[in-house]
């Protein structure tokens, strides 16, 4: 629950999420499963984007929860304009290797 709960307010303190409801605290301090798979376990919210998900759901888009967008590409690295969005900290996203993971919808 104390890694949640500083992931939360890293992630409150950057206007990143909106300041959760009393219950939503209450079921993500005691939350033990996928939110959107309910089969695997995870430990704590998702590092930048503060739901309880298991790494297939983010990646894979089985919930269509997060697109991939792969900063290897030559477009991103041409303009500046997506390295400030991409470190711009209001953006909640959820890097890994040369991806970054948005919200899909």
């Not at 005691?30 to 376990?41: D, T």
């Not at 894979?60 to 997060?66: D, I």
């Not at 967008?69 to 470190?87: G, H």
Request: proline share 5%; with cysteine.
């Amino acid at each position: 629950a104390k890694k949640t709960m500083e992931e939360l307010y890293a992630l409150m303190s950057n206007h990143s999420i909106h300041i959760p409801s009393p219950l939503r605290l209450l079921r993500l301090a005691n939350g033990k499963r996928c939110e959107f798979c309910f089969l695997s376990g995870t430990n704590h919210v998702r590092p930048g984007l503060g739901v309880f998900a298991c790494w297939d759901c983010v990646a894979s888009g089985r919930e269509t929860l997060t697109r991939a967008w792969k900063t290897s590409w030559a477009r991103y690295n041409r303009k500046p304009i997506y390295q400030t969005i991409l470190s711009y900290p209001r953006v909640a996203s959820n890097g890994y290797s040369t991806n970054h993971y948005f919200w899909s919808e």
